[in-house]
């Protein structure tokens, strides 16, 4: 779980991240806080998750 960018729960965004490397490290995720839904994005290099629709960058921080 990760945290929500959009009412700024912690830990409250749930996604498939078992299986979301079958999906070009891509998967819907879901606040459990305020209902509001995003793609998230897993490096498959280190790991880090994050929604690629409200963080503004082209790929993960490791990869800089």
Do not use: W
């Amino acid at each position: 779980m990760i945290n929500c960018d959009y009412c700024k729960a912690k830990r409250s965004v749930i996604y498939d991240n078992l299986n979301i490397y079958l999906n070009s490290h891509e998967a819907k995720g879901l606040c459990l806080n305020c209902d509001e839904d995003g793609i998230i994005y897993e490096c498959p290099d280190c790991g880090l998750a994050f929604n690629i629709e409200t963080t503004f960058r082209n790929k993960c921080t490791c990869q800089e």
